[in-house]
């Protein structure tokens, strides 16, 4: 079934609902598991072009993936992370083809209306524009 499992995570409260539940879909089906995070901001925007160094926010996000990468091990999980910096769609739909994922999970905020035009932008993006099944549950 699934082998591989892109994880998108966005360092905040509604990463928990993801990952609880993929970790479970992970043990049933054997799946290595790669939990993603696009360092957004200004300086990982241009980190390459401008050849800056990392952002204490980029240095609080590589901590945290390591983190979860930690807690899913301790669970018996196969687990990498990658901090990707740019356009979080753009960079989850590169990741995910270069890493021959067949599997995206991603949490939404459940917005309605103006809010999902402007805040569900990524998980749009990404669910139409990737070849491989999309799990996408709204956060708790």
């Not at 200004?42 to 807690?71: G, H, I, T, V």
């Amino acid at each position: 079934m699934y082998r591989r499992i892109l994880v998108a995570v966005e360092n905040s409260g509604a990463d928990r609902t993801i990952i609880n539940h993929v970790a479970e879909l992970a043990k049933v089906t054997g799946a290595e598991l790669l939990l993603v995070h696009v360092a957004d901001g200004w300086a990982a925007r241009n980190f390459d072009q401008l050849q800056l160094r990392e952002s204490e926010e980029m240095r609080s996000d590589r901590n945290y993936l390591e983190q979860l990468r930690s807690e899913l091990t301790a669970r018996g999980l196969t687990v990498e992370t990658r901090l990707a910096m740019g356009d979080p769609a753009t960079e989850l739909i590169k990741v995910s083809q270069d890493q021959g994922v067949d599997l995206i999970a991603m949490s939404t905020h459940g917005h309605r209306f103006v809010k999902d035009v402007l805040l569900g932008a990524t998980a749009d993006r990404v669910r139409h524009l990737v070849k491989v099944p999309v799990l996408l549950l709204r956060a708790q």
